[in-house]
C-alpha cells in the first residue's frame, strides 16, 4: 500500500500535466474551474453575511474585515445539519440556508459570500451553476441550476433582503481568507487545500495562464478551482478500483476516494472485512493509535498513503506554479488537522518531493472559509 517516492513523483508529473490540459480545454478530467476572483486587494474592509454549505455540516455568520489583514466573526457562526438525502427538493434545501442566515439578525443590504463545496461552473457574474454532487451528497432538482440565484430567493421568500449573492468553492475560500490574512505579505504564491470529507486545491493564477476563460476583461491573477479530486493517479491499488466500482460515481472522483474522509473507511472495510465498520477517519485515527495487529497497521498504512498522495497533489501544484522559492499552504479539513499525524506527514513528504527548490509552508487560519467567503461577498 505504499508509495516510494518514485511513484509520488511519478503521480506529481502526471497532475501537473493534467492540470495545464484542464486550464486550457473545457470538460476535462481536472476541470481547472476558473473562480473570477482575483487576491484580496490591500484595505478590503467590510461586512458580509456568510453562508458555509459542505460536507455534513451548513452553518452562516456576519463576518467583518478589519485593516491589517484582521477579521472578526460578528454574530454566528449558527450550525446546521447539511439538509441532503431523499427527503428533501431543491427549494427546501435552500430555504432551510435561509432560515439559518434569519436567525443572525439583521442583514438588510449586507452582500452574500455563499460557499458551496460542490464542483460547480463559476459565471462570471460570481453566481455557479452545480455540475454534479459529491462527497455521497444528493439533492433533487439542484444540478445544472445557478446556487447563488437560488439562495437569493430563497432569502427573499423570507422577507430578508441581503444584497448580492456571491458563490465560491471551499477550496477557494481558503485560498482568499489566507491571502487576506497575510495583506501581501510574503510568501508570493498560495495554494488552498481542504482535506477532510472532501478533498480539493485551488490556487492563483495569472488570467494568461488560463487559455479557455471565456472573457478578456479580467487581468489580474485569478483564483482557479482545480477539482483535483477527480484525478485519475497512477499507482492505485485493486482494492481502490473495487470500491470506485461500487460507489455512487464510478470512475471518479478517484484520488478523492483514496484521499478523503468519507472514502478511508470504505476502503479499511474493505482490507478488513472481518473488522467492525469504521464511520469516519476519526475512527481509522483512533484505531491507528489504540488498535492491534493487522487493524492497526491498515488504519496507519491508509492515512500515511493519504498524506503522501496530498504532498503530491501540492508538489504538482507549486510545478503549475513554476515552483515560487515560497509557497503559503492554507489547509482546512477534519482529517488534515484532526489527526495530529497527518500534517507533519504530508509536510515531509512535501519537503522530500519538492527539495530545497521550493520552502513551503502549512497555515492553519480559524474560520478561514468565513473569512475567504467574505471576501468574494465584498469583491468589487
Excluded at 218 to 231: I, K, Q, R, S, T
Excluded at 349 to 364: K, W
Aim: proline share 8%; net charge neutral.
Amino acid at each position: 500500500m505504499k508509495l516510494s517516492l518514485t511513484e509520488l513523483q511519478d503521480i506529481r508529473r502526471t497532475l501537473a500535466a493534467r492540470i495545464v490540459f484542464g486550464l486550457s480545454t473545457p470538460g476535462t478530467e481536472i476541470a481547472a474551474l476558473p473562480a473570477y476572483l482575483a487576491p484580496p486587494p490591500g484595505g478590503m474592509m467590510g461586512r458580509a453575511v456568510v453562508v458555509d454549505a459542505g460536507g455534513t455540516n451548513l452553518r452562516a455568520a456576519i463576518v467583518e474585515l478589519l485593516p491589517g489583514g484582521q477579521s472578526r466573526i460578528v454574530a454566528g457562526p449558527v450550525p446546521a445539519k447539511f439538509p441532503g438525502g431523499p427527503e428533501i427538493a431543491g427549494d427546501a434545501f435552500f430555504d432551510v440556508q435561509a432560515e439559518l442566515v434569519e436567525r443572525l439578525g439583521a442583514v438588510h443590504g449586507l452582500p452574500v459570500g455563499y460557499c458551496f463545496s460542490y464542483p460547480s461552473e463559476t459565471l462570471p457574474s460570481l453566481d455557479a451553476r452545480l455540475l454534479r454532487w459529491t462527497k455521497g451528497v444528493q439533492v433533487a432538482g439542484v444540478e445544472g441550476t445557478s446556487v447563488g440565484e437560488r439562495l437569493g430567493r430563497a432569502l427573499g421568500a423570507r422577507r430578508l433582503r441581503p444584497g448580492p449573492v456571491r458563490v465560491l468553492n471551499d477550496t477557494v475560500a481558503s485560498l482568499l481568507g489566507g491571502a487576506f490574512a497575510h495583506g501581501g505579505a510574503q510568501p508570493a504564491a498560495f495554494i488552498g487545500l481542504i482535506v477532510g470529507t472532501g478533498t480539493n486545491m485551488a490556487t492563483f493564477l495569472p488570467a494568461g495562464r488560463i487559455p479557455k476563460l471565456k472573457t478578456g476583461h479580467f487581468v489580474a491573477p485569478m483564483a482557479v478551482n482545480l477539482e483535483n479530486g477527480n484525478f485519475n493517479p497512477p499507482h492505485l491499488q485493486p482494492f481502490d478500483a473495487e470500491l470506485d466500482a461500487s460507489s455512487e460515481n464510478p470512475g471518479a472522483q478517484r484520488f478523492e476516494k483514496a484521499v478523503s474522509g468519507a472514502y478511508l473507511p470504505r476502503l479499511f472495510g474493505r482490507l478488513c472485512p472481518d473488522h467492525a465498520p469504521l464511520t469516519s477517519s476519526a475512527d481509522l485515527v483512533r484505531l491507528r493509535d489504540e488498535g492491534t495487529d493487522e487493524a492497526r497497521r491498515v488504519a496507519g498504512d491508509l492515512l500515511q498513503r493519504s498524506a503522501d498522495l496530498v504532498a503530491a497533489g501540492l508538489a504538482a501544484v507549486t510545478d503549475v506554479l513554476d515552483s515560487p522559492p515560497g509557497v503559503g499552504i492554507l489547509a482546512e479539513g477534519s482529517l488534515f488537522w484532526g489527526d495530529p499525524r497527518y500534517a507533519p506527514r504530508v509536510q515531509e513528504t512535501l519537503r522530500a518531493l519538492v527539495g530545497s527548490q521550493v520552502e513551503p509552508r502549512i497555515a492553519r487560519l480559524e474560520h478561514v472559509n468565513l473569512i475567504g467567503s467574505a471576501c468574494a461577498a465584498l469583491f468589487a
